[in-house]
């Protein structure tokens, strides 16, 4: 009986040093000695608890917290009357049993844990972090708002969320840009911008004549299809970007003095102006005359006059690969084909569909001048003879003919068991233009979004 209430008393006493240790996680250290002297100390033990417990011993007693010390003093006082044996007895060969109050070293180690605890859970281990681990954190996060939300935290953390590397590729499609918001967007010196069908709030920037650096932009690859932009406002932007090496104005309205923004772009390689409004052989030979790298120009559907075609075919680079002339219906002629073919004869992509203006000449010209051609387009060119098409087919490198609108199903299915030539798989073309069929998180190959 003894030995079973000593083991009962020695297991209270360890349940109780459990609880005061959770207790003293939470306070200060000043009060933890005295919480745990209290916690041990037998008046702890409420008289009234134990009175419930002899009124109606069965009945279960509400409990305000699990493993509370009185719980602990409570049920050691019902184990003792349940076997009889009074909490003050003097039993034969024992003593008394009294609580035992833990040592000196036992409150200090206790004291030492729960400081231990407090600094691991108050302790700012960013703090100790260099900038240089910190901003591979930062770059794991794949939500530019939650970047945002992290400059907020404190000023280091603003300068590292704000690093350049962080912010390469921004997307800003489908947006309303209001005034303000494109200077940060530029403060940010991104690499990758994308801008398709952004509506754009005048004034776009708010100090427009300030000569800051920080409105310099390191932009490389813009793409603007169809955004809602005046040719004022595009006009501003450009000015800050002289880095360009691809960009798109899809469907845009343009100036003059856009042109000539355009013009300063000495790297552009890929420029695309398909349904662009305004173009002219004024603005068409400022940025031919200055851009020498065009390796990829798209101007379908521009609504170019004659003389706006031959400032192309006199200016174009000589080493352009893919040049988009769809749409020129009756404007473009044999002569303008000849002029082009004698010139860029390194083009391996053309596309002329719609020409209602050139005959078998332009067939003539093609073959002969262009033999690292690989892809042609000559849908709905009705005036061209049909048994012409045929010398396309002997192109060295000819891979892509596209006749729509010239022939029935039935006949191209006869040509294509003629050849290994692809007969109209390409409804579209993809010449300079930044998406390619559903990757709209894209421009040129390149992602925008994280």
């Not at 509400?62 to 049920?75: I, L, T, Y």
């Not at 923004?261 to 940025?287: F, P, R, Y």
């Not at 060295?396 to 040509?415: C, K, M, R, W, Y």
Request: glycine share 2%; hydrophobic share 35%; proline share 4%.
């Amino acid at each position: 009986m003894v030995r079973c209430v000593n083991e009962l008393d020695s297991s209270f006493k360890k349940q109780e040093s459990v609880d005061s240790y959770r207790c003293t996680t939470t306070l200060d250290t000043t009060e933890s000695s005295d919480l745990i002297s209290a916690l041990y100390s037998s008046e702890n033990y409420s008289a009234s608890d134990e009175d419930r417990e002899n009124e109606n011993p069965d009945q279960p007693r509400a409990v305000k917290r699990k493993n509370s010390s009185s719980d602990v003093g409570n049920e050691r006082s019902k184990i003792l009357k349940k076997e009889s044996v009074p909490e003050s007895a003097n039993i034969t060969g024992s003593t008394p049993l009294t609580p035992v109050t833990p040592s000196a070293n036992e409150n200090n180690d206790l004291l030492d844990v729960d400081t231990t605890m407090k600094n691991t859970l108050t302790k700012d281990y960013f703090s100790i972090l260099p900038d240089e681990v910190l901003l591979l954190i930062f770059k794991a996060i794949q939500f530019k708002p939650a970047l945002v939300n992290c400059a907020c935290v404190c000023r280091r953390w603003k300068n590292v969320a704000f690093d350049a590397d962080l912010w390469f590729r921004i997307d800003l499609s489908q947006r309303t840009i209001e005034p303000g918001i494109m200077e940060e967007v530029l403060c940010k010196k991104p690499v990758v911008l994308k801008m398709s069908q952004t509506k754009v709030v005048t004034p776009m920037l708010k100090n427009v004549d300030d000569a800051s650096p920080n409105l310099l932009s390191k932009i490389e690859y813009l793409d603007l299809s169809m955004a809602s932009i005046s040719p004022n406002e595009l006009e501003i932007l450009l000015r800050t970007c002289h880095n360009l090496v691809k960009l798109s104005l899809e469907f845009v309205g343009l100036s003059e003095g856009v042109c000539k923004e355009i013009s300063k772009n000495s790297k552009l390689s890929v420029l695309n102006l398909a349904q662009a409004g305004n173009l002219n052989d004024t603005s068409l030979k400022i940025i031919l005359t200055n851009c020498l790298k065009l390796n990829e120009l798209n101007v379908a559907w521009t609504s170019l006059n004659a003389s706006a075609i031959k400032c192309l075919c006199q200016y174009v680079s000589k080493d352009i690969d893919r040049l988009n002339l769809s749409g020129c219906v009756k404007e473009i002629t044999d002569s303008h084909v000849a002029t082009l073919a004698l010139r860029c004869n390194k083009l391996k992509e053309l596309d002329l569909s719609d020409a209602t203006g050139i005959t078998d000449g332009s067939i003539h010209s093609i073959c002969d001048n262009l033999n690292k051609l690989e892809i042609i387009s000559l849908s709905r060119c009705y005036n061209i003879n049909p048994a012409s098409y045929s010398k396309l087919f002997r192109l060295p490198s000819i891979a892509h003919i596209n006749i729509f609108g010239l022939f029935t199903d039935a006949q191209v299915e006869t040509l294509r068991k003629s050849t290994n030539v692809e007969l109209n798989k390409m409804k579209f073309s993809y010449t300079a233009r930044p998406t390619v069929g559903s990757r709209r998180t894209s421009v040129w190959g390149l992602r925008v979004r994280d």
